[in-house]
């Protein structure tokens, strides 16, 4: 006798590393209200290794993802997989227009998704359930929750962040650290998000009576690396690492930190997604909508910002971020300890 076959439900997160951890709450909040349910879940390939830990999830799905292009030849033979699943309902938590394709193509019968003001002709057409989106004051958690409102389901009592690390890399992540208990990742992808090199200086030469050894990394782009290969050369007095690759190793060694101290930046969200203290320093953002929530975490929110959010660099007089001082990030860095 064949045994009941279960109803099953994919969760969508097609953007960014660091949305797919904010989804985390949501989608636990699912599992919760739906526990006799198969809950899967859709993201870019290159973020699969961040929920690969995740043992309530019954299975994550990669998707090949080209910034800027639909490839709809590579894309396909993952759709037809997707379409055989027969899920009975997708919940798309991007509310962009990929995501809103992906929603029509896997043809689940219930498809729940944002109504955007923006996007291609016909959107919203994309799902059988519209969700008006909360006002972006709200913390990016909770904005991600409220697109699960038709299935009603209650509002999480835990909005912590939740992804683990291989255990198996924990050796390697050790020897990557050397010895540092503080990671201080001072890069990021939009240079508008960097706080001043010469901040990061002053911080690391004060913070050094606190006994706790801190490091110095950043993320692998060309540009990234640069800086990073500049701040070397300053002599800083901490260790300057190399940027930890790929991303299975970067959760590991992130999950051996102490405390890791960052901009507004997918690594800041992946920390506190493995329940490392973070302390984060915001610009061009709001911390109100995106910095970790929980006691254990800690931010600073910079001077006011005249950059558009569509350019990546800052070209103001006074930038927003230069506006933390030292002597700031001091202090809260040692309230954390």
Known sequence: MNAVQRPKLLAIQFKYLGD???????????RRALPEWELHALVPEEAVPLLAGTRWLDRIWGFPRRRGRAALGASWPMIRRLRRERFAVSVDFAGNDRGAMLSLLIGARRRIGVVAPSGFYLRSRCYTDRVEAF??????????????????????EDMRLEIAADAELAGAARAALGGAQVLCYVTASQPKREWPIEHWLAFAKRAANLGRAI????????????????????????????????????????????VVVTGDTGPMHFAAGLGVPTLSLFGPTSAQRWAPVGAAHRWIQGGLCPCSGHSAVCYAAHRCMAAITPEQVYEEYSRLL
């Open 20 to 30: 797919v951890v904010v989804a985390t709450p949501a989608l636990r909040a699912l």
């Open 135 to 156: 006002d972006l004051t709200r913390h990016e958690s909770i904005r991600t929750w409220a697109v699960t409102a038709p299935l009603r389901v209650p509002f999480p």
């Open 215 to 258: 490091a110095f990394t950043g993320g692998s782009s060309e540009r990234e690396k640069e800086l990073l290969q500049a701040l070397a050369g300053r002599k800083p007095g901490v260790a300057v690492l190399p940027p930890p690759e790929p991303l299975e190793l970067l959760l590991a060694v992130l999950a051996q930190a102490k």
